[in-house]
């Protein structure tokens, strides 16, 4: 067996636990952020009124964050969550980081780029082989 094939042959045989890995380390942030809004919700509110975003929209911020990261580490609905949470990731990206002048910012906005890179390689490719999506498969 030539170095190619045994390569492929590996990465095959742990392909199922590199899907259920990439999804939980997408989903963590958003899991530890959004309970963290709820913590400090006042903060969190007036850093969004602060950037021109209404407070009273928190509560869906939270579910998103909650909800979409949690569906995404248990491989539900995965290509259509993932989907919402690109442009999730797009829109608070351009809303909150969105600040070539400032270092820090900008990076977090490449961050967020980055992130929803992953999602729309999860819209492409599905949840994969350990997830509800495929429980049946």
Sequence with gaps: MDKHNLVTEIFDKFNPV?????RIFMALIFLVSGYGKIGGYAGTQGYMEAMGVPGALLP???LIELVGGAAIIMGWQVRIIALLMAGYCLLTGALFHFQPADQVQFIMFLKNLAMAGGFLFLVQNGAGTLSVDNRNT
Excluded: E, H, Q
Excluded at 18 to 22: D, E, M, R
């Design 18 to 22: 590199f899907g259920l890995s990439g």
């Design 60 to 62: 869906v911020v939270i």
